[in-house]
Structure formats: C-alpha cells, structure tokens
C-alpha cells in the first residue's frame, strides 16, 4: 500500500530533550516537506527537499533541521525542543516538484507537546 | 514571499445548499492552486486543483474558479452533503525554481442536517 508513515504519532517531552520525527515514504517520490500545523495558522512548511541530498528552508525552519540521506526518509529534528514548538506535524511526499504533479500525500500526523 | 488570505474561516451551510470559499495571494508568479480537505483527525487530501492557464475546472460537486488578474480563486461545493464536513485549505505555490507551497488558514465548513 502506498503511504507515508510517521513516527511517533504522539508525543510529550520536556524542554531541551533532543528529539527526531521520522519520516518514510514507499513510493519513490522526489519531492518531501515538513509542515506544521497549528490552530488559526494552517499547514506552515518547515523544510523540504526535492531530492535526495537536496533540502531548502520553508516558512517557519528555526530550530528545526532535517536531512536526505535516503530517498524514502525525511526526518524532522528538534535538537532543543522549546513550548512553542507544540503543534501537530505533517510530513508529505510527492513525485518530482509538487506543482508539476499536483499532488502531495501527507502521512497521518505526528503530535507533539512540549513542557 | 507568497501569502494566502482565506475566508471565512467558519461556515455553516444547511444540507443541499452551496458552500463558496474564497482565497486570495500576493505573488503574481504562482501558477498552482490546489485545494485540500482535511476531516476531523485526518491527514490533508487534494480535493481539486487549478492552474494558472484554466479560469475554471469542475468535479462532479466541486468546482474551482480562478481570476489571474484579481489574484483570487475560489472553491464551490454544491448540493453540500454532511460529508463534506471538515476543514478546507487553499494554497498556492510556483514551479519556476520555488518549491514552496504556502496554504491558507483554513475553511471550517459544517453542513447542518
């Protein structure tokens, strides 16, 4: 089945604890992006990255990183997690640019709060 | 960078009637507009998109207009059904070396049984 997976679904942490959200897609795609969503603000991009090696700040990057090491993985990395960064995460994929496909399928959202 | 105005960021409509949602952007370099529809405690799914070379595109209960020159684009629901309830985002984005997608803030829409 085709689908991007990301773990984990849900989370609390504290203040400062590293932490990673991974990210994996089994359809090939080139194209992957991190957005976060929030009440009142919609989907904001994080980062993306159009191929492997390849990534690019979206609207919102600060403190937040992400590699491409492998074409399926996109993790999101929160080195020093803060309160602010509480919000509900989205990673999604598309094949090649996402406005020469039109399409950008989004895994199931990853949940995260920050004390 | 592109910003995406929504509105109205609530809407109640009874069962069988029309839903419009209206959006509008900065950056006259976009050409991409698609919509997506989110349900309660689901992830974001393309419902339609439009480009910048079509003023119209339909399907089935769903349609999209788009005036280039106004920088605006909207969604049209007809004969609304309570499954069309969930919350909409228009977006907007460019394919000439810009990536980037920016979406709207989002459309609460309730159909009323």
């Known amino acids: 089945e085709a689908q991007v997976t990301q773990n984990p679904r849900y989370l609390i942490t504290v203040t400062g604890k590293k932490l990673t959200v991974t990210c994996s897609q089994n359809?090939?795609?080139?194209?992957m992006s991190w957005y976060r969503q929030d009440p009142g603000l919609g989907l904001r991009q994080i980062y993306y990255?159009?191929?492997?090696?390849?990534?690019d700040k979206g609207d919102v990057p600060e403190g937040y990183k992400v590699s491409r090491k492998e074409k399926r993985n996109f993790p999101l990395i929160l080195e020093s997690p803060s309160p602010n960064q509480t919000s509900l995460y989205f990673c999604?994929?598309?094949?090649?640019?996402?406005?020469?496909?039109?399409?950008?399928?989004f895994g199931e959202g990853s949940r995260l709060t920050v004390l | 960078g592109e910003n995406v105005e929504q509105h109205p960021s609530t809407l109640s409509v009874q069962e069988g009637d029309s839903a419009v949602i209206k959006c509008t952007y900065s950056?006259?370099?976009?050409?991409?507009f698609p919509w997506y529809k989110q349900e309660l405690g689901k992830r974001p799914q393309l419902i339609i998109d439009i480009r910048s070379n079509v003023g119209e595109k339909k399907d089935q209960r769903i349609a999209v207009t788009l005036n280039k020159t106004a920088k605006h684009f909207s969604l049209h629901i007809t004969e609304t059904q309570p499954e069309d309830s969930a919350v909409y985002f228009c977006a907007a984005g460019t394919n000439f070396g810009n990536e980037k997608l920016t979406f709207g803030t989002g459309t609460r829409l309730t159909i009323i049984p």
């Open positions: 359809m090939n795609h080139e194209y």
């Open positions: 950056d006259s370099a976009s050409n991409y």
């Open positions: 990255s159009m191929n492997v090696e390849v990534t």
């Open positions: 999604a994929s598309s094949p090649l640019s996402v406005t020469n496909t039109g399409e950008l399928f």
